[in-house]
């Protein structure tokens, strides 16, 4: 148990819905890191938040947006959802934003988009 | 860019036996590197982390090692059980202000009982 935990741990969409998904950092951890994980891929980091600012983009769409709470607490929004979209989408926590500390993960919310 | 790339793609192999994943990297100017364990549908659990400045860490029958200077990393696992059974999976952590992952397509290997 890394002490990451995500919601919903499954999710089907339709294309063109929008679609938010859910992270809790370890107890401690200000910095949090979201990668989407296609079938058979390595994941793919998407975006990282720092103290409630984002801090370093991969190669996304603007229609991949996050958010990270007081509580250090994040979330994940994607608009408009393509076929394509339909991933893994894994958060990790991490302590010390720049500093290169180990990111510990949750399990993940499967994204089905039909 | 830095791009990883795991050797093989899968692996089958009987129990007990001793087996070496590859990992390997273009840009050797990393921060960290790690090896992931991935179960089917699940989440990343960390194996083994190694540090830019050291050679190899070791974790009860799991050993990895890291030359940066040829860009190679490998994993060892020594007497193979079925549990083994899984995805594996290394990234490595580059420097600048985003400590973010960059992960290779991974090794599926299979402990055949």
């Known amino acids: 148990e890394t002490g990451v935990t995500q919601s919903p741990t499954h999710l089907i969409k339709t294309r063109g819905q929008q679609v938010t998904l859910r992270c809790s950092s370890q107890?401690?951890?200000?910095?949090v890191s979201w990668y989407q994980q296609a079938l058979g891929q390595g994941p793919q980091f998407i975006f990282q938040y720092y103290r409630e600012e984002e801090n370093g983009r991969g190669n996304f769409p603007p229609r991949f947006s996050g958010l990270q709470f007081p509580n250090y607490s994040s979330e994940l929004n994607v608009n408009a959802l393509e076929l394509d979209d339909s991933a893994l989408y894994l958060c990790a926590s991490s302590l010390g934003g720049p500093a290169k500390n180990i990111q510990y993960f949750g399990a993940g919310t499967r994204l089905s988009v039909l | 860019k830095q791009e990883v790339t795991q050797i093989p793609a899968a692996l089958s192999v009987p129990e007990g036996e001793n087996l070496v994943l590859n990992c390997s990297f273009t840009d050797s100017a990393i921060y960290n590197l790690q090896w992931f364990r991935q179960d089917p549908g699940k989440g990343l659990t960390s194996l083994l982390l190694i540090q830019s400045s050291q050679r190899e860490q070791t974790s009860g029958r799991l050993n990895a090692s890291l030359d940066k200077s040829s860009g190679r990393s490998t994993l060892y696992i020594a007497a193979s059980q079925p549990g083994d059974s899984a995805t594996y999976l290394c990234a490595v952590m580059k420097g600048g202000a985003t400590n973010k992952l960059i992960f290779g397509t991974g090794t599926l290997l299979a402990v055949q009982p």
């Open positions: 107890s401690g951890h200000n910095t």
